[in-house]
């Protein structure tokens, strides 16, 4: 309620809220977390909480009035319509160099991702965060993410024997044959269901290509991990569809503004509410924007000037690879990615098989690549148009695409395939519009502590993406729940 207090206040349920909510609760201490996205907990008109990836509709993206596929034409048609504005739960945000990509609800990412859980080869960690020891994020808190997170790998002999995965079959062989490392990577969906899925048991989930706009089964998202232990302790609450606009210093607490939401996303009350700490777990974008304006606007003039810097879309490029007619990837392929083809050491990439779930035989290969593009941007505060920026500019994705080809020119070669030109447009081959993956923006040791303590404010954490800088050398929600876990451990012994 307005005027209300709490103990500490989390801006977010995505990885680094839901960490911080449950750590803090297990200690005994009262959270209250406030997300801006839907609670995700009731179906709709059809029956289920989630639309397919095949049909977007009202529940499919954030305040928009067209659907922005990250896959936006197919054999040159554009596949984009028109849909209800609602507050959906895919946020395609645009800025003026890159779209990105993001989970709005209880729950975050986990509720858009594709629930890959890779932990970095150690010989990478010390690049991704300097001044973190390595032995205590192996031996600890890696451990500890991976147990809460639920994560699993696929019995290889069961993805050898399905349909359903043919067209990772069909990477691993591809990858193979041109000398590449192909790695199984784990996941968070639960393989026991969609072995039941396969066996024509259960409603079909990630086997009918559920994903991109949420899971109505095997996925383990937050809601069913971290964010049901915290409920379960009876010490966190969630309000839904209210969005943090300021947090201000105000007698030695923080007065925290926020505005509440309807579904067309009006804004139907505007609330003060008083916490003695407050965790800014908005993510990579959520995060950086809220700090960067908060310190331009003199609200929290005291922050240092590494806010809004340091930040990186972790190299994130994608392509597609057009297969010959007797090397089909199969009409059904599960939503769920496996495998990975590892070339960071020698080219700079690791390319994430993907399914193209269209429910139609494609020819086509499909690929998510993870490089390491040097390239970091920064956020700026632009009073005229009351609104942060990105820096960010579309040809600083070139040495991505260069990453990248250093895998896929080569299997092109050695199997005598092309790049597809039709699924970003007419005749386009990169994917080099977008990012999956926001990194940076508040980055540990430099705009806050080593442990997240924002400079210049007592009480104030930043906790998510927005610690990382720029790049986690795989996909990043384990490095951030692990880097969390590290964090709220030192932060509870030390200031509750
Ligand atoms: P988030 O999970 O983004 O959570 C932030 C939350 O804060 C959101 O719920 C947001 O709505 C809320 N919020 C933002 N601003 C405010 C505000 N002002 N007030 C209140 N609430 C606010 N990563 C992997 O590791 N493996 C994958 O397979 C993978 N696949 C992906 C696929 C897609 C399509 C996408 C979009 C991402 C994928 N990712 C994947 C990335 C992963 O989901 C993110 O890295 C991760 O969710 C970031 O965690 P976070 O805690 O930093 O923030």
Same mark, same amino acid.
């Given at each position: ?22 750590r ?30 095949r ?17 936006s ?47 970095? !080869? ?20 890696? !451990? ?60 079909? *989930? ?24 915290a ?26 503004v ?47 000037s ?28 599960? *939503?769920? !990615? ?19 779930p ?10 998510? *690549? ?28 070139? !040495? ?23 699924l970003?447009?007419v ?70």
């Amino acid at each position: 309620p307005p005027g209300a207090h709490v103990p500490a206040l989390v801006i977010g349920t995505g990885y680094g809220g839901s960490v911080a909510a449950l750590r803090l609760a297990q200690a005994g201490v009262d959270v209250h977390m406030l997300e801006m996205g839907m609670a995700w907990d009731t179906p709709g008109s059809d029956g289920k909480i989630f639309a397919n990836t095949r049909t977007p509709d009202y529940r499919s993206y954030w305040l928009r009035t067209k659907t922005k596929q990250p896959l936006s034409n197919f054999l040159g048609f554009p596949l984009d319509k028109d849909v209800p504005k609602y507050t959906g739960i895919l946020d395609a945000e645009d800025f003026s160099g890159i779209t990105v990509y993001q989970g709005r609800g209880v729950g975050g990412g986990s509720l858009v991702n594709g629930g890959m859980a890779v932990t970095p !080869p150690r010989p990478r960690f010390s690049a991704i965060l300097p001044s973190v020891n390595v032995d205590e994020m192996y031996n600890t808190y890696y !451990p500890r993410a991976n147990a809460g997170l639920g994560v699993t790998n696929v019995d290889q002999a069961w993805w050898n024997s399905v349909d359903c995965y043919q067209y990772a079959r069909v990477g691993r062989k591809h990858a193979e044959r041109s000398n590449f490392p192909f790695v199984f990577v784990s996941n968070v969906y639960d393989w026991e269901y969609m072995r039941q899925e396969v066996a024509g048991t259960v409603p079909k *989930s990630a086997v009918d290509g559920e994903l991109l706009y949420g899971n109505n089964h095997g996925k383990k998202t937050l809601q069913k991990t971290y964010l049901a232990q915290a409920k379960a302790t009876g010490r966190v609450a969630i309000s839904p569809l209210h969005r943090v606009t300021s947090v201000a210093p105000a007698n030695g607490r923080y007065a925290v503004v926020v505005e509440q939401l309807d579904t067309s996303g009006n804004v139907t009350a505007t609330k003060t509410v008083t916490a003695d700490k407050v965790f800014f777990a908005a993510g990579s974008i959520g995060t950086s924007k809220l700090l960067t304006k908060l310190k331009a606007t003199n609200v929290l003039p005291g922050l240092n000037s590494e806010i809004g810097k340091g930040w990186g879309d972790n190299g994130n490029v994608m392509c597609g690879r057009a297969n010959h007619l007797w090397d089909p990837t199969g009409a059904v392929q599960a *939503s769920i !990615p496996t495998a990975g083809i590892d070339n960071w050491d020698a080219g700079g990439a690791f390319a994430e098989v993907a399914p193209l779930p269209t429910g139609i035989e494609t020819w086509a290969s499909f690929y998510l *690549s993870i490089t390491k593009n040097p390239n970091r941007a920064q956020f700026t505060w632009n009073s005229t148009a009351n609104r942060v920026d990105l820096s960010w500019q579309t040809a600083w994705k070139q !040495p991505s695409i260069d990453m990248a080809k250093s895998i896929f020119d080569k299997i092109n070669a050695k199997e005598g395939t092309i790049y597809r030109t039709d699924l970003f447009g007419v005749y386009k081959i990169w994917g080099d519009h977008l990012t999956y993956h926001p990194l940076g923006g508040a980055v540990l040791n430099k705009a806050t502590d080593n442990y997240g303590r924002l400079h210049g404010y007592s009480g104030l954490y930043v906790i998510d993406g927005a610690l990382i800088p720029g790049n986690t050398a795989v996909n990043p929600f384990v490095t951030i729940t692990a880097l969390a876990e590290r964090n709220i451990e030192r932060i509870i012994a030390a200031d509750f």
